[in-house]
């Protein structure tokens, strides 16, 4: 039986990779204290996606275990020795505001974390496949610079931009506001990167847009269309915060964003970095996924604008994946927003 290791395994990527690989007949270690309660309060509990997957699949170990804490890591590395396949670190603190109010804990969990787990993985595991969870955060506010058209309901760029397409790994990382949530996980990226080139790890940083699918704890200061659904529902209003709500995010579903996950531990590349997302396919401005739920369910809801934006928010973001499928090209979205949105709609009603 293959083994895998999972950070974050109750998270939405943790938790939708191990169900995956689970049902492909891995063994899978899941490691996740809950720090998102922690962090989000009650709404961001993942207790429930813990106990649904203990209950269901008796070949998932789980470890209420610190990935900030070498050596609660070490013991399961040592544990499992060279068995480990297949590693995918989805643990992180995933806010720009709550990185703002605590930098110390944000930079221990995302950068000192993902060497903690690096360096063990070199250490014991130097064969295995090791996936990251990167953010677009990296390039900062860079994408703002763009020279944008407004449209009645999202901010553009003309067709013959050179982005126009989505933004590819070739877009600038200095010179930027990046948030200090950007910053901890640039230190991430770049750790990943010098240890795939370095070391010879087959390592591999997927910077990805928004991601979702309804295992989402979503809350106010992160996942943006899932607490967008939850709020319109439950609460009947949402806070447009900066840019007119005209803001464009590309959105992949966690489903999707796995099985490129599993394209990559198939046949790994050399490549150390991969924009992934769902392109102008899927994506939406904050004022369309607005107008579709209400559309869809025929909710008014009551909108309040913040003129103020979030520090280093972008104000469009769109994922080029030209890159990695030309590397996979047998990897295919299925879900575009509208899809995804019904979805999450589904779930809460």
């Keep these: 039986m293959s083994l895998a290791l999972i950070t974050g395994s109750n998270g939405l990527v943790g938790s939708e990779m191990s169900i995956f690989l689970l049902n492909k007949g891995f063994e899978v270690i899941g490691v996740d204290n809950n720090e998102r309660m922690k962090l989000f309060g009650s709404q961001g509990d993942t207790t429930f ?19 900030t804490n070498y050596n609660q890591m070490e013991y399961i590395f040592k544990k499992f020795k060279k068995k480990i396949k297949f590693i ?5 603190q995933p806010s720009h505001d709550w990185a703002y109010q605590n930098i110390k804990r944000d930079f221990a969990i995302n950068s000192v974390g993902t060497l903690n787990m690096l360096q063990l993985t070199k250490n014991y595991n130097p064969r295995s496949v090791f996936i ?5 955060k990296v390039y900062g506010d860079n994408p703002n610079n763009f020279k944008f058209i407004e449209k009645k309901f999202r901010w553009d760029l003309k067709k013959n931009h050179n982005y126009y397409n989505g933004i590819n790994e070739t877009l600038s990382i200095d010179n930027c506001t990046r948030s200090f949530f950007g910053v901890s996980k640039s230190y991430a990226d770049f750790i990943v990167q010098e240890f795939n080139k370095n070391y ?5 940083n997927f910077r990805a847009g928004c991601i979702t699918g309804p295992n989402h704890s979503g809350v106010k200061m992160h996942g943006f269309l899932s ?25 992949i579903h966690s489903n999707d964003l796995i099985k490129a996950f599993w394209s990559y531990y198939l ?6 970095i991969y924009n992934i997302g ?6 939406c401005s904050i004022l369309e996924a607005l107008n ?12 309040k604008l913040n003129k103020n934006n979030r520090i280093g928010d972008h104000k469009w973001y769109i994922s080029d994946i030209s890159k990695f499928l030309k590397d996979y090209p047998d990897f295919k979205l299925n879900y575009n927003t509208s899809r995804i949105l019904d979805e999450l709609i589904e779930s809460e009603q």
């Design 278 to 283: 769902g392109g102008r396919f899927s994506s």
């Design 227 to 251: 607490f967008l659904v939850k709020s319109c529902i439950k609460k009947k209003e949402y806070e447009l915060i900066g840019y007119k709500g005209k803001q464009v995010r590309d959105n």
């Design 49 to 67: 996606v813990k106990t649904k997957i203990i209950k269901k699949f008796k070949n998932y170990k789980h470890f209420n275990f610190d990935i």
């Design 132 to 136: 990251f969870t990167s953010t677009n």
């Design 292 to 303: 579709y739920v209400e559309n869809k369910t025929s909710i008014e809801v009551k909108r």
């Design 267 to 272: 046949k790994p590349s050399k490549e150390s």
């Design 88 to 92: 995918l670190h989805a643990a992180a």
């Design 200 to 204: 010879g790890l087959k390592a591999v």
